[in-house]
């Protein structure tokens, strides 16, 4: 019974996400570039972020999660399709997500809606 109480707070401080002015704040490390990349805009409501939600086509478990740094209120509606550029870094959130997927903080360069 303690064991279960132990690993449910474990959980539980584990899952506690981010502000929304996390991203601006951060340490940037780059590890990549996208260029005219195809996304959808989402909100994750358990640590009040915006994302850009992409997977590769023809499969069921490639998807990236990009977190933009400063994004402009424009973009803010759930399921707006948008076209993005940017350079992309790691990021410490934990997200309760299926395997496959990978999270990043972007800088984007461009971003229009679609």
Not at 67 to 81: C, F, R, V
Not at 94 to 103: D, I, Q, R, S, W
Request: charged letters at 20%; one cysteine or more.
């Amino acid at each position: 019974m303690l064991f279960s109480i132990i690993f449910l707070l474990m959980g539980t401080v584990g899952l506690t996400g981010c502000s929304s002015d996390d991203n601006d704040n951060k340490e940037f490390v780059e590890m990549g570039q996208v260029s005219n990349q195809e996304g959808e805009m989402r909100f994750n409501s358990e640590n009040n972020q915006w994302y850009i939600y992409t997977f590769t086509e023809g499969t069921y478990d490639a998807v990236r999660l990009y977190y933009p740094i400063q994004l402009d209120d424009t973009y803010k509606t759930d399921g707006q399709k948008v076209l993005f550029s940017g350079t992309y870094g790691a990021t410490d959130y934990v997200a309760g997500t299926p395997a496959g997927t990978e999270l990043f903080i972007i800088k984007l360069t461009s971003i229009s809606k679609r």
